[in-house]
């Protein structure tokens, strides 16, 4: 919202605001889920838009964002399609915090959850999002 000045309450508007924005490719964390107690994580091409979500963990560290990025471009790098590095970044991500919160650590303990990075375990839901006629814009 502070990015395009303006509300966005529902995936819609996100991606209407995303792809005014103009990168061909944009994430949005923290993005509207469809599941009760969830949040997701929204990829947004000029063509498609795809929601990954999981359970939301209260008083999760912060940082979390900029790992869902890292993790993210490196599973471009790696090879995986855009829809499978979000699905990985967000399953990473997810098993990092509610690891860290089950410990009560304040902080992610990436050396420590180092695996689950590489390799995690943790399910995710993702679905396309269709939009109302007439909401998409290239």
């Given at each position: 919202e502070w990015i395009v000045g303006e509300r966005l309450d529902d995936n819609s508007s996100i991606i209407r605001a995303a792809r005014k924005l103009g990168p061909s490719t944009m994430l949005v964390t923290s993005a509207h889920a469809m599941l009760a107690g969830s949040i997701g994580n929204l990829?947004?091409?000029?063509?498609?838009?795809?929601?990954?979500?999981?359970?939301?963990?209260e008083n999760a560290p912060n940082g979390t964002g900029d790992l869902f990025a890292a993790i993210f471009i490196a599973r471009l790098i790696e090879g995986l399609s855009p829809e499978?590095?979000?699905?990985?970044?967000?399953?990473?991500?997810?098993?990092?915090?509610?690891?860290?919160?089950?410990?009560?650590?304040?902080?992610?303990?990436?050396?420590?959850?180092?695996?689950?990075?590489?390799?995690?375990?943790?399910?995710?839901?993702?679905?396309?999002?269709?939009?109302?006629?007439?909401?998409?814009?290239?």
């Open positions: 990829l947004v091409t000029r063509l498609d838009a795809v929601l990954a979500e999981h359970r939301v963990i499978k590095a979000l699905r990985s970044a967000t399953a990473a991500v997810f098993e990092v915090v509610a690891r860290a919160v089950k410990r009560g650590s304040v902080d992610l303990m990436l050396a420590t959850d180092a695996q689950s990075l590489v390799h995690p375990m943790a399910m995710v839901q993702t679905r396309r999002i269709v939009e109302p006629r007439g909401g998409a814009s290239a």
